[in-house]
Each structure stands twice: as structure tokens, then as C-alpha cells.
């Protein structure tokens, strides 16, 4: 926000657990989704979100759905905010949150019909990335051959 990242308290506990309750305001989504879309007017955006695909952008020339096994998941978010190599214990709580969560969000949870599914269990995070910019620059290619 204003140049600096906030990456440590969008992914806070108290901030998490009330996610799913906010994104169901209709009037909260209507408000974030037209800031979405407004920012992507004059521009080609990456963007990232559970209906990204679906509610915000279906029209999207490249819809990428990243899924991983739940344990890994709370693995990885783990590190990312406690910054340390969580306990077992630790990564069960955290699993049984993301499977709850993932459960009230189903809804805006599902991939895209035409979104490019990558399980990234296995992969590293510049696999990740290297996959997503290989298909963006396919995408942007057959963009331009049309």
C-alpha cells in the first residue's frame, strides 16, 4: 500500500479468519471487482484471486488455477508468516483452517472451464513462475497472430 508491502498482514490469523465472511458482502466484492477491472482498462494485469477466472475476468485471454495438497499449502504459509519451519502440529491446525476456508469459499473457489490447472505440490516457486510466464508470452503471441 503506497510503496510498501504488506504481505505479513494480509496473511495475519485474525485477518485470515475473516476473509470468506467479508468476501460474501456482496457490496464489498461489487466494490473490489470494479477496482479490479478498472485498473486492467488500459493494460494487461496479473491478477490473483479465487473467482479471478470466473466472476472478474471470464473474458480473460490466459486463466491459470494453481492447486497444491492442503498440507503443503499450510506448509508454505506457515513459513511465509511465522518465518520459521513449523511444527507438524502446527501445519495440521493450519491444514484443518485452509480445508475449512476452502470449504466457505467453494463457490468462488472453482477453477475456470478454460483455466490452465498447475499442481504446484512438487514444484518450486520459480517453476511456478517460469510455467505462468511461459504460457503469457504463448498467450500474448497467439494474441498477436490473430
Do not use: C
Not at 490469523?13 to 467479508?22: E, F, I, K, L, Y
Not at 479471478?52 to 504459509?77: H, Q, S
Amino acid at each position: 500500500m503506497d510503496g510498501e508491502p504488506l504481505d505479513s498482514e494480509v496473511r495475519r490469523a485474525d485477518v485470515t479468519a475473516n476473509v470468506s465472511r467479508v468476501a460474501q458482502m456482496q457490496p464489498v466484492r461489487d466494490w473490489v471487482n470494479d477496482l479490479v477491472r478498472a485498473a486492467a482498462q488500459s493494460r494487461d494485469v496479473v491478477v490473483d484471486g479465487r473467482d479471478m477466472g470466473t466472476a472478474v475476468f471470464p473474458d480473460a485471454a490466459l486463466k491459470v488455477y494453481l492447486v497444491a495438497d492442503p498440507w503443503e499449502r499450510a506448509r508454505r504459509r506457515l513459513i511465509q508468516t511465522i518465518g520459521r519451519a513449523p511444527t507438524d502440529e502446527e501445519i495440521a491446525a493450519e491444514t484443518d483452517r485452509l480445508v475449512k476456508r476452502d470449504a466457505a469459499d467453494a463457490t468462488q473457489s472453482a477453477a475456470a472451464k478454460d483455466a490452465v490447472p498447475i499442481d504446484t505440490t512438487y514444484v518450486t516457486q520459480e517453476e511456478q513462475v517460469e510455467r505462468i510466464v511461459a504460457l503469457a508470452l504463448s498467450s500474448i503471441q497467439n494474441r498477436g497472430n490473430r
